[in-house]
């Protein structure tokens, strides 16, 4: 029997597309830089039992799998690779339970991020991870990736909110990792070694995650000054203070500008180079108490003003400036996102030294990003219809890894490897470490069925293993 | 060359002790029901170079390794095995670095608990993990059993608390995991790989921990309740509140009784069958209201009474007697803890349990434990000169695990599995996981140097590998 008629037994005829213009929709995902290939044929299983019997026919016939949620990623994780089979958990969407006095939620792969928010806001508990396109990414994607967000200096990345997993392994066999108690010591950490490993070990067909009592509705303080070494001078003060903000994003000068264009709203910071913004979701007496040692320490580094708030709905709109920085940015042109993290301290030298860059490519990069954890977002300007410009563009992203691994940072803080930075990751960890993950890559997937060419550089040596 | 002239050859002759007397004192750690064999030599190395000296030594000699801190453990994790080198890190015993405004502390293996606590606290700052050995502890001990203690309902746990670790591998070989950056997904999670794995997959020689601003000092509440059912019910209704108290312990009327006696002490508990003790760190008015409401749904709960406090030496003197009640049951005669740990609203179910396989081995079970966590700690009292007592108790603790699991809990909470819960692991795990967790202990350490009969039941299998 051919693959696809396997494929057609196990799920149904119509969970498999094979008709290029129907597949064509699931071979990228939202970072255009990185490879991607012509999918076999993409598969919609319904439930767990569907993705093992999927993921047999597939190792039988040796034909690679890769996962895929909603496609919101930016690294080219779920691209396809030439006759691969598109494996897609976006039917897999229930919350199959919410156990409040628990403070725990099981659900399938394919719940969307924000159905998760929503349910749990129901109870008066909430689930931190919080990446931009929460509205749409799924909860298998931000699994496996450890997906970042805007509060994750005050409440942790997705993997610190997984009990435990359930992941259909190489040979499709049923793996639970895990358990649903606050503590458990009983093995190896499993859960956290597939947590983040971008589909190239297993597929997550269900995870355990934590919830956390719904913390109060945010105060908002927003701090503007006339450079860059002044407002990452104000960040270290905050640190230093012993404060914890629920949120602290900052902006430079041109995301500013860009921001305020998109939203022809003036933000009042039309000469400054750098601004805050940050939120205490302390609640009551002990947020405000915050927020003005927040605003007393802005004042102190110098800033040219500051504006605070207690009402989230103000608060909301001075976040959205923040919020569509990068769609501001790419209504001027074509964009490279970055994703850095570097030490809170370091954070000044990497703006200044993404301006040097840009400078000396001829190009503008602005800098938006996660202040309170040194995960920053540089974004390459450039004119996407101009070959040369691409090319420019490509040497400033990379001189920005590279100054990033310079200050003592990481080439990802929240996006991931994907298909793009393999290379980086290699020069990020050194020989030994690559040795270790290709050990444990080969351990748990000996014929490099998972996703091929994901966080290691796609290479077949003669009669060799993966990947 | 011996094996004995290469170690004192890399160490200093200083640092081998090959003397029987000598190497005995070394040979267990705390938990007496754990195997215990004779070593070959105790090394003690003065930094990384030498532990991979060491480690190559005796993977050439085919001589397993044993890696041990100060010998605080419950599970017989660090015990010798026949012929062994236990690797001793207590000479690693150095703060390399405090980096205040990053929030993270560089430390050798050897650096006890309490140590990095002081540390940490001359700058505001705090690290959370606070195992009840905290005083004599090593960070490297709490590293590989990846320990709890009783802050973690707020703060987690030591796998929660770690940016980075340096390990010596089975070939000698220096990995560096993690980073030094809040958020960084490049690659999988090796640290929380290795973090938990009970020195099976290699040797930490050095961590980079988080740490967090320091809490204020705790006010605290104690609750009598005359049923554990009612006890267990109020903890559930501490959760549903949305509270999450910094500390939530719980004792049942014999340890109530030991502890009470031990310290010469009316506790206030004489017809009680269940103490809830907690804190709050909120500090200030949070701190009131978080005890005030602590306070009015025990009493809704139907608690015989409370008393709140927040003077910290009279909470430190409430908690003196949760503190004492191991060495005050000992008093009393042998034991056997446990350290299982059940879902939060399984709590009173367990304890119920627990009272039940007591009265059925007719022994005294008394229980003490985590209840902001679920992770308990029932211990079973015997006649330490009787075998046959012992043959009871022995039942009576197989029980014990028998029912955690049947609650939908894990059995071990936070000492790990050692060479003490082998095949509990094996039952709880099922044989899908324990193939993983042999395939990444194959992949890691093929020829099985490290730790032998540790996680893994011990066999060797004809011309097998490990473990």
Not at 53 to 62: M, Q, S, T
Not at 266 to 283: E, F, N
Not at 368 to 381: I, S, W, Y
Request: glycine residues 12%; aromatic residues 4%; contains cysteine.
């Amino acid at each position: 029997m051919s693959l696809i008629q396997r494929l057609r037994d196990s799920v149904g005829d119509a969970a498999v597309l094979t008709d290029p213009d129907a597949t064509e929709g699931y071979a990228r995902d939202m970072m255009p830089l990185a490879p991607a290939g012509r999918p076999l044929a993409v598969v919609l299983p319904a439930d767990t039992a569907e993705v093992q019997a999927c993921v047999r026919a597939c190792a039988e016939a040796d034909v690679p799998v890769v996962p895929r949620g909603a496609g919101s990623g930016l690294t080219g994780g779920a691209n396809a690779v030439d006759g691969c089979v598109l494996l897609v958990t976006t039917r897999m969407d229930r919350i199959l339970e919410l156990d409040a006095d628990n403070r725990l939620a099981v659900v399938q792969p394919g719940v969307v991020n924000r159905t998760l928010r929503d349910a749990a806001a129901a109870h008066s508990l909430f689930y931190p991870p919080d990446p931009s396109s929460l509205e749409w990414c799924t909860l298998g994607g931000n699994l496996a990736t450890d997906a970042g967000g805007l509060c994750c200096g005050k409440y942790g990345v997705t993997s610190d909110a997984v009990f435990g997993l359930e992941v259909v392994l190489a040979d499709g066999s049923l793996l639970t990792t895990g358990r649903r108690t606050v503590k458990g010591v009983a093995g190896y950490d499993l859960t956290r070694l597939f947590v983040g490993s971008e589909g190239t070990l297993g597929i997550i067909t269900e995870a355990t995650l934590k919830l956390r009592p719904l913390p109060a509705a945010p105060g908002t303080i927003v701090a503007a000054f006339d450079s860059v070494e002044r407002a990452g001078e104000a960040v270290n003060r905050v640190v230093r203070a012993g404060l914890m903000p629920s949120l602290m994003e900052i902006m430079d000068a041109t995301s500013l500008r860009a921001s305020a264009e998109f939203l022809r709203a003036d933000l009042g910071a039309g000469d400054s180079s750098a601004l805050l913004l940050c939120q205490s979701d302390a609640g009551g007496e002990p947020a405000s108490a915050e927020l003005d040692a927040m605003e007393r320490l802005f004042k102190d580094t110098g800033a040219q003003w500051t504006h605070a708030t207690t009402d989230p709905a103000e608060g909301g709109l001075l976040l959205r400036a923040r919020r569509v920085s990068l769609p501001a940015l790419e209504a001027r042109g074509a964009c490279m996102t970055e994703d850095v993290a570097v030490p809170r301290t370091r954070i000044a030298e990497l703006m200044a030294g993404c301006e040097r860059i840009g400078a000396q490519a001829g190009l503008t990069v602005a800098v938006v990003g996660h202040a309170g954890d040194g995960n920053m977002h540089p974004t390459v300007l450039y004119d996407g219809a101009s070959a040369e410009q691409y090319a420019r563009a490509r040497g400033a992203f990379d001189a920005i890894l590279a100054l990033a691994l310079s200050l003592g940072g990481t080439v990802t803080g929240e996006h991931g490897v994907g298909k793009l930075k393999t290379e980086w990751l290699e020069r990020e960890l050194g020989p030994v470490s690559m040795r270790v993950h290709r050990q444990l890559k080969d351990a748990l997937d000996p014929a490099g069925l998972f996703n091929p060419g994901a966080l290691f550089a796609r290479r077949r040596p003669a009669g060799g293993r993966t990947p």
